[in-house]
């Protein structure tokens, strides 16, 4: 089982959420990303969003991803689970994927509910916030903010496969958000093994079986797969 969060796309250029770089106009994304601040003000918010969505639109999966996308392909029982809402994963070819926080490119009407996909959408300024085409309500990213549940199909399959999986790999995550930060230590409740890829240090480390000190890209890029064996 693999566990990612916003480290592993850090080296493809997207901010994380705590590094220096993840604020916005001096606002900390705990103040946008919780349906209050929408409430508030959901210009600043979709602002917020569209300025991450060009900003993912102009990225590409890394080593890292792509070594996880190989991994599903050795392991016939296998499950990531991403904190991520960029895309990367599938765009690296992972299948076996849990998106427990969403999908950016994902809308959804805050009055009739309808979703929307739309792979390369970036509002323009004078249509924010945007309406739904059906019934006028306003638009919001389909992402799972502070504060909210996650969806129950995606917590029951990623809660379910931590339950008995012996290995859990924790890449580029802080290990603070909940639930998903509940993973590592079902894993190792039951007696599996837990691998953190981190420069730094998090909660997870302390639990951490295998601690690999790198950046995720540096240390995928050293994992070599042998097919045969
Ligand atoms: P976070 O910002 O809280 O933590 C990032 C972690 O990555 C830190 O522990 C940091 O030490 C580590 N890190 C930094 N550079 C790294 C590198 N090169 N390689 C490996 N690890 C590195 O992110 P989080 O734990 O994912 O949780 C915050 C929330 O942020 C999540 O809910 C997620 O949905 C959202 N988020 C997503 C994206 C994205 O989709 N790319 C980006 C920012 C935030
Ligand atoms: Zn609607």
């Known amino acids: 089982m693999v566990l990612t969060g916003a480290g592993i796309s850090k080296d493809s250029g997207?901010?994380?959420f705590r590094g220096k770089d993840g604020w916005y106009k001096n606002h900390p994304p705990e103040e946008l990303a919780t349906p209050m601040a929408f409430n508030k003000n959901p210009v600043l918010v979709w602002?917020?969003?569209n300025y991450r969505r060009k900003i993912i639109l102009s990225a590409s999966p890394n080593e890292a991803h792509y070594k996880i996308a190989e991994l599903e392909k050795y392991f016939p029982c296998f499950l990531l689970v991403t904190q991520n809402v960029d895309s990367l994963?599938?765009?690296?070819g992972s299948t076996k994927i849990v998106e427990l926080h969403g999908n950016?490119?994902?809308t959804r009407c805050t009055n009739c509910s309808i979703e929307f996909y739309e792979d390369y959408r970036i509002f323009k300024d004078?249509?924010?916030p945007p309406k739904c085409p059906h019934c006028g309500?306003?638009?919001r990213p389909s992402v799972v903010w502070y504060g909210e549940s996650l969806n129950r199909d995606d917590m029951e399959q990623a809660f379910s496969f931590a339950n008995k999986a012996d290995l859990i790999l924790v890449v580029g995550t802080s290990g603070i958000v909940y639930p998903a930060a509940m993973l590592p230590y079902i894993v190792k409740s039951h007696g599996g093994i837990v691998v953190e890829i981190n420069p730094d240090t998090t909660p997870i480390s302390e639990i951490a079986d295998l601690k690999i000190k790198d950046s995720a890209k540096s240390a995928f890029s050293k994992l070599n797969f042998d097919l045969k064996s």
């Open 14 to 16: 997207i901010p994380t």
């Open 47 to 49: 602002e917020w969003y």
């Open 89 to 92: 994963h599938r765009k690296a």
């Open 104 to 106: 950016i490119f994902r």
């Open 126 to 128: 004078d249509e924010l």
């Open 137 to 139: 309500g306003i638009l």
